[in-house]
């Protein structure tokens, strides 16, 4: 009896996020490849800083907050990313989106940008998340001009 309930807790606690490390190494790694991909795509190359990125999966505490730019004065620069949205709730589009947002300020150096297009959409991936100015819809349609967009601003 007591076997069954250890099981059915372990089972439970995998449940809630049970890739092994390095299996969310290599996720986060091919996120950070897939930027450089983008970039090579378009006769950029940011293969060094993307080299001396690290990113980290953390709990971000502050309330809306889904990923930080974290700028140290030693290199490399840290990407981190709340643990439990990536774990949890992130589509394949959401994580990219969020890598390649943080990639923009640690990378690009790029701040936010929430305008909008004729149809009220976000036209940047450097949209804040919070602002009312546009709504995000980033979808396989609109990628390659966000994407655009993020390496030629
Ligand atoms: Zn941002």
């Known amino acids: ?10 089972f439970i606690l995998c449940f809630n996020g049970c890739k092994d490390d390095s299996e969310l190494e290599s996720e ?30 953390v709990e971000i505490i502050t309330s809306g907050v889904l990923g930080q730019c974290v700028r140290v004065d030693a290199e490399p620069n840290e990407i ?19 890598v390649f947002h943080e990639l923009g300020h640690c990378i690009l150096n790029r701040g936010h940008l929430n305008d ?23 979808n396989p349609a609109v990628k390659e001009e966000m994407v655009d967009e993020l390496f030629n601003n």
């Open 80 to 98: 981190h990313i709340d643990r439990n949205f990536w774990l949890n709730e992130a589509t394949d589009l959401q994580k990219e989106f969020i």
């Open 116 to 138: 909008a297009n004729g149809q009220g959409e976000c036209i940047s991936i450097m949209y804040d998340g919070n602002s009312p100015q546009c709504m995000l819809n980033y």
């Open 1 to 10: 009896m007591k076997y069954i309930q250890i099981s059915l807790l372990v």
């Open 28 to 57: 986060l790694q091919f996120y950070l490849d897939q930027f450089e991909v983008e970039a090579n795509a378009r006769g950029l190359t940011f293969e060094n800083q993307i080299n001396s990125t690290e990113i980290h999966l």
